[in-house]
């Protein structure tokens, strides 16, 4: 069993920066962790990726150049830099795990999930 929780959000004005973190504790050795997103009023999406050495990250295309996935397994965390801000980011920010050796952007795809962290970028 794997256990992930989120940290980090907040509230940040447009062009801001903040740093997601989730730690993750039990059966520690995971290979994808993804970084997904729900904005009020729509469909949780995904957002970012990474495997179990950091050499491949995945992202969507609508924060490509903005946000950037990283890991420290030292440390049992994953983060996600997110830089110049947009109002349309503004989402609870979710971790998952996925026990696959296989890269997915499908939300059920993932295993484990932590609750989530509140993330709000103002105008």
């Known amino acids: 069993q794997v256990s992930l929780v989120e940290s980090g959000g907040g509230l940040v004005q447009a062009g801001g920066s903040l740093r997601l973190s989730c730690a993750a504790s039990?059966?520690?050795?995971?290979?994808?962790v993804g970084w997904f997103r729900r904005a009020p009023g729509k469909e949780r999406e995904f957002v970012a990726a990474?495997?179990?050495?950091?050499?491949?990250?995945y992202y969507a295309d609508s924060v490509k150049g903005r946000f950037t996935i990283s890991r420290d397994n030292g440390k049992n965390t994953v983060y996600l830099q997110m830089n110049s801000l947009k109002p349309e980011d503004t989402a609870v920010y979710y971790c998952?795990?996925?026990?696959?050796?296989?890269?997915?952007?499908?939300?059920?795809?993932?295993?484990?999930w932590g609750q989530g962290t509140q993330v709000t970028v103002s105008s």
């Open positions: 998952a795990a996925r026990n696959s050796i296989r890269y997915s952007a499908y939300d059920l795809d993932y295993d484990y």
């Open positions: 039990g059966r520690t050795f995971i290979n994808y």
């Open positions: 990474v495997n179990w050495t950091g050499s491949r990250t």
